[in-house]
Nanobody
Framework: QVQLVESGGGLVQAGGSLRLSCAASGSSFSINTMGWYRQAPGKQRELVAGITSGGGTNYADSVKGRFTISRDNGKNTVYLQMNSLKPEDTAVFYC??????????????WGQGTLVTVSS
């Protein structure tokens, strides 16, 4: 079974930076799009950034110019570089991927989430 393993969350002061990573593990699969979502307390989960297999990206308006999504296809890993963090960015961040599992077919996979807390 393909799994997404996240790392990089933590506590940071406003204006600081964090880099999240998400690695897909398993056998006999390929990855199409990957993305990062976040969910703040009492709010709906929202898309932060996405990246296609060809490297095309999209961002939520609230993070444009501050966050950068990238991927390393050789490592099956997606990254989210977060700069100029604001308290409003505080949320649980979730990695998401659309995967073609050669045994099970097309799957949408979610990571367990990593907490990002930005203090003021």
């Amino acid at each position: 079974q393909v799994q997404l393993v996240e790392s990089g969350g933590g506590l940071v002061q406003a204006g600081g930076s964090l880099r999240l990573s998400c690695a897909a593990s398993g056998s006999s699969f390929s990855i199409n799009t990957m993305g990062w979502y976040r969910q703040a307390p009492g709010k709906q989960r929202e898309l932060v950034a996405g990246i296609t297999s060809g490297g095309g990206t999209n961002y939520a308006d609230s993070v444009k110019g501050r966050f950068t999504i990238s991927r390393d296809n050789g490592k099956n890993t997606v990254y989210l570089q977060m700069n100029s963090l604001k308290p409003e960015d505080t949320a649980v961040f979730y990695c998401n991927a659309f995967i073609i599992d050669f045994l099970r077919g097309r799957l949408e996979v979610w990571g367990q989430g990593t907490l990002v807390t930005v203090s003021s």
